[in-house]
């Protein structure tokens, strides 16, 4: 194989949850059993190539829904086609790639807790056993992308319990494939998640609380109330997590300045930017990008 990335496919998302988020994750009595700190999407990914000599510290759940790709685990080889997962267990040696002929479209994701390390388990053993074949289904996909957004919302406890929760279901689908169904729901937006879209829309503008409060047809007094009790933080706190959450897949998946990135999203003075940054991610701007490409301790979790 001549040329290998490990990202940076047209049309991929990803999401890697900060240190200090999973801290809280592992902390919480309903999150810390099993929770994600990694999640995305790479669609067609021609040459993607990734080896972990020693692993990570999480499992990874691996779905082609098309083309198909290799792996090696502990020195086990394995063919991964269309519709059928792959796990890597944690601190498990791997190395895995796309077909050069017919590169993977894959959904993936990266679980830890004492539970995950027992679904992990049962989702190796029925790999091993060749019964990692999970047929297409939409709800296995919408549960998925439902997932992805309510953490592409933010950080809010209501969201990483949903996520939680969601991630015991999505991944007994994979476990009892002929048990899955999932009944279709309209979704209805209250004020709170009206309000985050209207953030996440505006995440390259200056915002004040009054715009915010605005946009939603509140006052700011009863707006902020009803905003942190749904979820945890204030509205520009919660502004700034969505920020940085833009940011760092600005930094992993984009060759733009940092300065360049601070204006993408709404902050004019990069040093303040940098400051925001290592607050809520644990690093600097600088040195998440770095140790996103050598992939090394936490940032080598990151990603798939």
């Known amino acids: 194989m001549n040329v290998k990335k490990k990202e940076g496919f047209d049309g991929q998302e990803a999401i890697v949850l900060p240190r200090t ?7 919480h009595a309903l999150i810390r059993e099993l929770f994600i ?4 999407y790479y669609p067609r990914a021609e040459y993607h190539y990734r080896e972990r000599k020693h692993g990570v510290d999480q499992h990874i759940l691996i779905y082609c829904v098309d083309g198909k790709g290799g792996a090696v685990i502990d020195d086990v080889p394995y063919t991964i086609h269309p519709f059928e997962y792959m796990l890597l267990p944690a601190r498990c040696a791997h190395s895995y790639w796309a077909d050069e002929r017919s590169p993977w479209t894959i959904y993936w994701l990266h679980f830890n807790g004492h539970t995950g390390n ?4 049962l989702l190796a053993r ?3 056993k060749g019964q990692n ?24 406890m209501d969201n990483l319990i949903f996520s939680s929760l969601s991630l015991h279901y999505f991944l007994s689908s994979f476990i ?52 942190r009790k749904k979820t945890g933080f204030s509205p520009i706190e919660y502004f ?8 760092c897949q600005l930094l992993q998946f984009s060759q733009l300045r940092i300065s360049e990135i601070a204006l993408s999203v709404g902050i004019e003075d990069q040093y303040y930017f940098s400051r925001l940054f290592r ?21 080598d979790s990151g990603g798939s």
Do not use: W
């Open 21 to 27: 988020v999973i801290r809280q994750c592992e902390e």
């Open 37 to 40: 700190t990694d999640i995305g």
């Open 118 to 121: 027992q679904l992990s388990e």
């Open 126 to 128: 029925r790999m091993q």
């Open 133 to 156: 074949y999970l047929k297409f289904n939409e709800d296995l996909i919408r549960l998925f992308h439902s997932i992805y957004r309510h953490l592409q919302m933010g950080y809010s």
């Open 176 to 227: 009892f494939p002929e048990k899955f169904s999932l009944p279709r729901e309209h979704e209805k937006k209250d004020l709170s998640d009206r309000a985050i879209l209207f953030l996440r829309d505006n995440i390259d503008q200056v915002l004040s609380l009054q715009d915010i409060a605005d946009a939603v047809n509140l006052s700011t007094s009863h707006f902020s109330s009803l905003f």
């Open 240 to 247: 700034n997590h969505l920020k940085m959450q833009k940011a």
């Open 279 to 299: 607050s809520l991610m644990g690093l600097s701007p600088r040195e998440y990008r770095n140790k996103k490409e050598m992939r090394h301790t936490f940032p």
